[in-house]
């Protein structure tokens, strides 16, 4: 078991998310993007955030035996965020969730205008793969596969169209875990996926890491529900109780606070069970894993 007292979640995270801050820093904006552009793009992928999928995909390059500061891993990381960064802007418009806080700051839609905040997120979403394009690692066509296999229409997109009830899903709880599934959980489970392809994964390390992205991924999203129940616009960095607002399918709604925290714990367990081929390497993985159960924000 991990040690738990010597972290929190943000500390597990910092150096991860310091390298994939000075990465976007550097990759995020091409010459000749326009100003005003290139103005919203850093307010949406340089906004703060746990940097969460990013440090993922490092954590996951070095459990399986490679470099965590390899260059294909690193672009991988910034690349990700780049597409889960325009999938909240996205998701964050007046035709989506029309949210008006996110990371404890104005929307971009709110900051920028509607117009702009569409065209920072498709910038955001071209750029991740046009980054990705620019590397001569013979790897990076398995990694801009996973990305768009997980970003795409039978992925996060799914999930989105799931969750806004424009396609059919069954009642319940099937029906939640198709929206969990594709919505959170296939970017979770491409960040380890990710990280393993860098690292040049055998078939054991990848099937591994997948199975634990997708218990990660579904734990995390369980445990969002709860916090957005019992957390506060200052510790979620979002407006709270939005779900219950309007009526979304979550957990707490289909089983109750305790029920669904048992839920999250037996999520959380099957992910520590799939990492055991990997030894000592994946302890950074196990840690990430209990502490997601008691996140606060």
Not at 59 to 78: C, E, I, K, N, T
Not at 183 to 201: H, Q
Not at 219 to 240: H, M, N, W
């Amino acid at each position: 078991m991990s040690n738990l007292a010597t972290h929190n979640l943000s500390s597990l995270l910092a150096g991860h998310a310091r390298q994939v801050e000075a990465d976007l820093e550097r990759w995020l904006v091409e010459p000749g993007t326009p100003d005003t552009l290139a103005e919203a793009m850093r307010y949406c992928a340089l906004g703060g955030g746990k940097r969460l999928r990013p440090a993922l995909v490092l954590m996951s390059a070095r459990a399986v035996g490679g470099a965590a500061q390899r260059a294909l891993a690193r672009r991988g990381a910034v690349a990700l965020e780049m597409v889960h960064c325009y999938s909240l802007v996205h998701d964050d418009l007046p035709a989506m969730d029309d949210d008006t806080l996110r990371r404890g700051r104005p929307t971009a839609h709110v900051k920028f205008g509607e117009a702009m905040a569409i065209l920072a997120g498709d910038a955001l979403l071209t750029r991740a793969f046009g980054l990705l394009a620019e590397s001569e690692d013979a790897r990076a066509a398995g990694v801009m596969a996973e990305l768009a296999r997980a970003a795409g229409p039978a992925g996060m997109i799914a999930g989105q169209v799931a969750d806004m009830g424009l396609c059919e899903l069954p009642d319940g709880l099937e029906g939640l875990h198709y929206i969990h599934l594709h919505k959170t959980a296939a970017m979770i489970r491409a960040a380890a996926r990710i990280g393993a392809v860098c690292a040049g994964a055998t078939e054991q390390q990848l099937a591994a890491m997948s199975t634990y992205g997708e218990s990660l991924g579904l734990a995390f999203q369980l445990f969002d529900d709860l916090l957005d129940v019992t957390g506060s616009a200052e510790q979620i960095g979002k407006t709270p109780g939005k779900d219950a607002e309007v009526g979304k399918r979550t957990h707490v709604a289909e089983l109750g606070l305790e029920r669904a925290r048992a839920a999250g714990r037996e999520l959380t367990d099957a992910a520590l069970r799939s990492l055991e081929p990997l030894g000592p390497a994946a302890e950074s993985l196990r840690t990430l894993a209990n502490l997601l159960t008691q996140r606060t924000h």
